[in-house]
């Protein structure tokens, strides 16, 4: 269980902005997640303030005297380094990963690319630039394939694909959130998730939770809007499985450099219990059908403290770098 200091001054943590909405695809999960950390973080005293980066330029941050902010945006601008890179410039201490770990962890195929050069288990994939190429892909990968964007969230133009002849409009469908299309292997399974707080060698996995969408299919509308999907923490799953995706969540969070939370996605193949990685999310969700708000629950820790402790580890790449040297 991750250890929480119970001694953080929110008098100190200054003024805070909740970075919320932005122009995302995922703009509107992002205003739920930022309502939700803001009225958490009042509640412990911070003097938090929303801020939504689509309706105001980031430099009045500095100008309106902001301390840290904490990051509720999802997708893009928001969770792929841009405004990372922004705060840095600024000299503003943030949530979560940085510059270079954020832009890594929205890329689908680099992550991918690290993990399996790092050798850790993500199932086999093909990067795919047309419908061509999927059905190449397909018969290469064989069924069923998921095809997705490369560099979008939330399950966000997303296919399971069974038979070639879906594999045109599944390629079209993910075009439409990113010219770089994933299509990947399909692992039959068990779905968990898994979130990771701290850095380095004092990252440590929060519990695991296992999910049980309807059909199987954790869509966007079973992840935030509908109560068809069970999730389960403590995960039932034997000891040694959960205690074997911690550790791999947290060996995957390091290896990309994350710092802050995150929350990575796993499947545990049915056939012989192994678990692959599919994803890391850098700025995970924070609204009521949230999982590292549930995953904290089942760890004793509450949605305020959550959301205070992970305030407190805001910071900067280049004070990061400068504690290392």
């Known amino acids: 269980m991750t250890q929480f200091d119970p001694m953080i001054e929110p008098a100190a943590l200054g003024k805070v902005a909740v970075l919320m909405g932005g122009a995302s695809n995922e703009r509107e999960v992002s205003l739920m997640s930022g309502g939700g950390v803001l009225q958490a973080l009042r509640a412990r005293g911070v003097d938090a303030h929303a801020f939504d980066p689509a309706q105001a330029g980031l430099d009045e941050l500095k100008s309106h005297g902001y301390a840290r902010c904490f990051i509720a945006l999802h997708g893009r601008h928001g969770e792929d380094g ?76 997303l296919t399971k694909v069974t038979t070639l002849g879906q594999c045109e409009q599944a390629y079209m469908l993910a075009a439409r959130y990113d010219p770089e299309v994933l299509c990947e292997q399909f692992i039959d399974g068990i779905e968990t998730t898994c979130p990771v707080l701290g850095q380095g060698l004092l990252a440590q996995a929060l519990p695991v ?62 056939s012989d219990r192994k678990p692959f990685l599919l994803e890391i999310n850098t700025s995970p969700g924070m609204t009521g059908h949230s999982l590292v708000p549930m995953s904290a629950r089942a760890a004793g820790v509450s949605y305020e403290e959550l959301c205070l402790r992970i305030l407190a580890d805001a910071s900067l790449d280049a004070l990061q770098g400068r504690a290392r040297a």
Not at 119 to 142: C, H, I, K, M
Not at 213 to 228: H, L, M, R, S, V
Not at 243 to 260: K, N, P, S
């Open 82 to 157: 841009t405004v990372q890179g922004a705060l840095e410039l600024l000299g503003i201490p943030y949530t979560g990963p940085g510059v270079m770990a954020s832009s890594i962890a929205m890329d689908k195929v680099m992550t991918k690319r690290i993990w399996r050069a790092e050798g850790l288990p993500t199932p086999d994939w093909r990067l795919v630039a047309s419908a061509t190429e999927t059905v190449q892909a397909f018969q290469a990968l064989g069924a069923p394939m998921i095809v997705k964007p490369s560099r979008e969230g939330s399950t966000l133009g």
């Open 209 to 270: 939770i296992r999910i049980e969408a309807p059909e199987g299919n954790y869509d966007y509308q079973n992840k935030y809007f509908t109560d068809a999907t069970q999730y389960h923490c403590p995960s039932g799953l034997p000891e040694d499985e959960e205690r074997e995706i911690g550790r791999l969540v947290v060996e995957a969070f390091r290896t990309l450099g994350c710092r802050g939370w995150a929350r990575a996605d796993i499947m545990v193949r049915r």
